[in-house]
C-alpha cells in the first residue's frame, strides 16, 4: 500500500532542469529516506509535494488520490531552512500554524500542551521565539510540524541545531509517529541516521533518480562478494581467483584481510580455503554503507 | 475559518500590540492637537517679560505716536535726555532698546536709530518703521492741507464673493481658501498613509523571507492569500491608527478647551465674535470662513477620503509587497522603490498645478489615472467635482488595484523563495513571463 506516489515528474527553471521524469513510490509507514548530493533536486521535490510549486510534467498522487489544496492538512513539512515569527509568543505560533493546517483553535491548544509534555518544555508557551535558543526554536518547529497529525511527515535535516540528548528525544518521537502509522519522508545528508532510520531510500542525482527502494535491497544490489577476516598468521598461497584487497595490523598480531571472491564461490569454499593457512577468529561479509553506496552511486 | 482571515488576523493583532504603534497613536493626536491648540495658546497668553523701549524724539514730530502694544509686550517711554547719556547707562536701564529719532528732515527722514543689546526681531522693527512712515505722511498732509476723512473716502475695499452653483441649481457659498487647505492636508495625508503602510508590508515581507518562515507558512496557503491577508491585514492597522487620530485629537482638543475656554471660544465658535461688532473686516473673513467649511461636505469628504486611501494603499501594498518579496534586505529594496514611489511623489509635486484649475486637464487625468488619483482626487473634492468623473475614478482605481494585485502575485509567488540571487529587472521580467 502506497501512500505517496510521484509519477514521471519534470520541473525546468529558467537555466537549469530541477527535476528530469523522476518517479518515486513511498510505502505507508515507511521512514523514506531522500538522499543526494547538494542541489541534485530534493528540495525541487519536497516543495513539489508540498504543493509550494507545481511540475511542469506528471502527477503526485496521494492517499491513491490526486494532490490538491486539500491535502495541505495531510502533510507536515519541516524545512531545512528553518524560521519562525521572532516576535511572535511560543504558544500563539504554535496556535496560529495549527489553525492554517485547518485545526481550531482549541483542538491547537490541546495539542500543543500534549506536546509540551512530551518534549518536556512545558511552560514556555509565553516565551517570545527570539529568546530562545536555537535548538529550543527547533522543538517549536518540530512541534509545528506534527501538531495537525498529518499522515505524511516531511524532515529536512531534522536533527540539525540539536545536542546529542535532544537529538535523540526528536529520534525517539520519529520513531513513534511511524509506529502510529504515519509515513515520513526524511532527507539528510547524514549517512548514520540513513542508516539506523530509514527503511526505504531514493537517491537522486543531476536532477535523476538513480536508485530506490527498500534500503535492504538497495544493500544487497550493491554488495561485492567481499569478506573480512580476522587472524593469525599470514595468508600465502591463497587461490588466485581470490582478491586480497586489502590487510592492515590490528593490535597484538592480529590481521585483517579483506578478501573479493568470484560470484560463483560460496563463503564457506573462502573458510576452507583459509583455514590451512591461519587461525580464523572472525570472519564476515562486508556489506556496504549507506555511504558507500551513495558515493558509488553519484560517482 | 478562513486562512486568509486567520492571515489578516495575526497581522492586525501583532501590529496593533506593538509599542510603536501604541507610541505613535498616543504621540499623533497630541502632536496634531498641538498644532491647534499651542498657536492659540500662544497668542492668548499674557507674555510677562515686557519690553520697555524708551524713545529719544528730537524732531518733536512724533510725541506721544508710539502706541503701547495691545497686549502689553511693548511699552514706549518718552524720554528727554541727549543720546550719548541714554548709550551710557543704558545698560542699568533694565530696558529692551533705545529708539533716537534726531531732528530729521520730513522729506528725507534720515539717521533714525534702534539701539538694544539683541537683533529686534522684525516684527517690531516693521511696527516702529510704519509707525513713523505714517506719522510722517500724516504731517506731511496736513501740512498739503488734506484731511484724514478726505483721505480715507478715498480708499474702497472690495471683496469677491464665490457662489458654486449646485447641479441641483443650489448655490452654495465656496472658499478657494479653504478648500485648498482641506485638499492640501487630506492629499497629504493620503500620500503619507500609502508611504507609511505600504513600507510596513514591505518590511513584514522581508522579515518573513529572511526568517525562513514563509516556507512553513506557503505549504499551509497559497502565496496570493498570504499576500492579499498582510496587505488587508496592515490596511486595518491604518484605518484603526486613522481613526483613533481622528478621535483622540478631537477628545485631546476638546479636554484642553475645557481647561482653557479662552481657546474654545477662539478656536471652534465664531459666534461670540460676531457679537461685537458688525463692521470689522476681520470678523467677516472669519464667518466666510466658517461658512465655507459648510459648503465642504464633510462626510463626502471622509467617506472619500477612506476610499481612496484604502484604494490607493491596496494598489501600492501590493507592489510594495511585491518588492519585499524581490530583496533579501531594506538595502536591496532601493532599485525597486523609485518607479514605485515615482507616480506618488509626482502626484504631490503637480499638487500646486492642480490648486490653480481643479477642474483642468491634468486635474482630470491625473485624477483617473489609478496610481496618481488617490492623491489628487483629495485635492479636488474640496473644490466640487461632477459625479460621474469621482464614479469613474472610483471604478478605475478598483480595477487598477486588481490590476497590480495580480501583477505584484506573480512576482511574490517567486520571489519569497529566491535567497542570495541579485534580483534585477531582467529577473521579474522572466517571472512575469513564467
Given amino acids: 500500500m502506497y501512500l505517496l506516489e510521484a509519477q514521471h515528474i519534470s520541473k525546468r527553471y529558467a537555466n537549469h532542469e530541477a527535476l528530469k521524469d523522476v518517479s518515486i513510490t513511498i510505502p505507508k509507514q515507511s521512514i523514506f529516506g531522500l538522499l543526494g548530493p547538494n542541489g541534485a533536486g530534493k528540495t525541487t521535490l519536497i516543495r513539489i509535494i508540498n504543493q509550494i510549486i507545481e511540475a511542469d510534467e506528471g502527477q503526485i498522487r496521494i492517499k491513491d488520490e490526486v494532490l490538491q489544496p486539500k491535502h495541505i492538512a495531510d502533510i507536515g513539512y519541516l524545512p531545512e531552512e528553518r524560521g519562525l515569527y521572532k516576535k511572535m509568543k511560543v504558544g500563539e505560533q504554535l496556535i496560529y500554524l495549527a489553525q492554517l493546517k485547518g485545526l481550531s483553535r482549541s483542538e491547537a491548544i490541546r495539542r500543543i500542551k500534549d506536546w509540551f509534555q512530551r518534549l518536556e518544555i512545558s511552560g514556555w508557551s509565553e516565551k517570545k521565539i527570539e529568546d530562545l535558543s536555537k535548538g529550543m526554536q527547533q522543538k517549536i518547529q518540530f512541534i509545528a510540524t506534527v501538531v495537525h497529525e498529518p499522515d505524511l511527515i516531511i524532515l529536512d535535516e531534522p536533527f540539525t541545531g540539536f545536542d546529542p540528548v535532544n537529538a535523540n528525544l526528536i529520534k525517539d518521537e520519529i520513531l513513534k509517529l511511524q509506529e502510529q502509522g504515519k509515513t515520513i519522508i526524511f532527507s539528510t545528508h547524514r549517512m548514520e541516521s540513513v542508516e539506523e532510520l530509514c527503511t526505504h531510500i531514493a537517491l537522486i542525482n543531476k536532477s535523476e533518480k538513480v536508485l530506490d527502494g527498500k534500503k535492504q535491497d538497495i544493500k544487497n544490489q550493491f554488495r561485492s562478494n567481499t569478506y573480512e577476516v580476522l587472524h593469525l598468521g599470514n595468508i600465502n598461497g591463497l587461490n588466485p581467483d581470490y582478491q586480497l584487497i586489502q590487510q592492515e595490523d590490528i593490535e597484538s598480531d592480529y590481521l585483517k584481510t579483506t578478501v573479493q571472491i568470484p560470484e560463483t564461490v560460496s563463503p564457506n569454499e573462502l573458510l576452507r580455503e583459509l583455514i590451512p593457512h591461519v587461525e580464523v577468529h572472525a570472519f564476515q561479509e562486508k556489506i556496504p554503507t549507506i555511504n558507500e553506496i551513495f558515493i558509488a552511486a553519484v560517482q | ?434
Fill in chain 2, 1 to 434: 475559518m478562513n486562512k486568509i482571515g486567520l492571515i489578516i488576523k495575526r497581522e492586525y493583532w501583532t501590529r496593533v500590540r506593538k509599542k510603536s504603534f501604541i507610541i505613535m497613536t498616543i504621540l499623533g493626536p497630541l502632536l496634531f492637537a498641538g498644532i491647534v491648540v499651542v498657536p492659540i495658546w500662544l497668542a492668548s497668553s499674557e507674555s510677562s517679560d515686557e519690553k520697555v523701549i524708551a524713545v529719544i524724539d528730537e524732531s518733536g514730530l512724533l510725541t506721544n505716536s508710539f502706541q503701547n502694544d495691545e497686549d502689553g509686550n511693548i511699552r514706549y517711554e518718552y524720554i528727554v535726555r541727549s543720546i550719548d547719556d541714554a548709550k551710557a547707562d543704558f545698560s542699568e536701564s533694565n530696558r529692551y532698546g533705545l529708539l533716537y529719532i534726531p531732528a530729521i528732515d520730513i522729506n528725507d527722514p534720515q539717521g533714525v536709530t534702534f539701539f538694544a543689546e539683541s537683533n529686534p526681531s522684525l516684527q517690531l522693527l516693521n511696527n516702529i518703521r510704519g509707525t513713523l512712515r505714517q506719522n510722517i505722511r500724516d504731517v506731511k498732509m496736513e501740512r498739503s492741507n488734506i484731511s484724514r476723512a478726505m483721505l480715507d473716502s478715498l480708499e474702497t475695499r472690495v471683496s469677491i464673493n464665490t457662489i458654486n452653483l449646485g447641479q441641483a441649481g443650489k448655490e452654495q457659498q465656496g472658499n478657494a481658501e479653504v478648500a485648498s487647505a482641506v485638499g492640501y492636508v487630506g492629499a497629504f495625508l493620503i500620500y503619507i498613509f500609502i508611504f507609511l503602510y505600504g513600507a510596513q508590508v514591505m518590511r513584514g515581507v522581508i522579515e518573513e523571507k529572511s526568517s525562513r518562515i514563509v516556507e512553513v507558512i506557503i505549504s499551509s496557503v497559497r502565496p496570493f492569500q498570504l499576500m492579499v491577508g498582510k496587505v488587508i491585514g496592515v490596511a486595518s492597522v491604518g484605518l484603526t491608527q486613522f481613526l483613533l487620530w481622528v478621535g483622540l485629537t478631537l477628545l485631546i482638543v476638546n479636554v484642553a478647551g475645557s481647561f482653557f475656554p479662552d481657546l474654545a471660544s477662539q478656536a471652534a465658535t465664531p459666534v461670540p465674535m460676531a457679537q461685537m461688532s458688525e463692521s470689522n473686516p476681520q470678523l467677516e473673513a472669519m464667518q466666510s470662513i466658517s461658512s465655507a467649511f459648510d459648503s465642504v461636505n464633510i462626510p463626502l469628504l471622509i467617506s472619500c477620503f477612506i476610499f481612496y486611501f484604502l484604494g490607493g494603499y491596496l494598489m501600492y501594498g501590493a507592489l510594495f509587497a511585491a518588492v519585499g518579496s524581490a530583496a533579501d534586505s531594506d538595502t536591496d529594496t532601493q532599485q525597486f522603490m523609485l518607479p514605485v514611489s515615482a507616480p506618488l511623489i509626482i502626484s504631490i509635486v503637480t499638487l500646486a498645478a492642480i490648486l490653480n484649475e481643479p477642474n483642468g486637464t491634468l486635474a482630470f487625468w491625473m485624477s483617473m489615472i489609478p496610481f496618481t488619483s488617490p492623491v489628487v482626487m483629495m485635492m479636488r473634492i474640496p473644490f466640487g467635482l461632477p459625479t460621474w468623473q469621482l464614479i469613474l475614478s472610483m471604478v478605475l482605481l478598483v480595477g487598477g488595484f486588481i490590476f497590480t494585485t495580480w501583477i505584484a502575485a506573480k512576482i511574490y509567488r517567486i520571489g519569497i523563495l529566491t535567497y542570495g540571487t541579485k534580483v534585477n529587472y531582467k529577473t521579474i521580467g522572466k517571472w512575469l513571463f513564467q
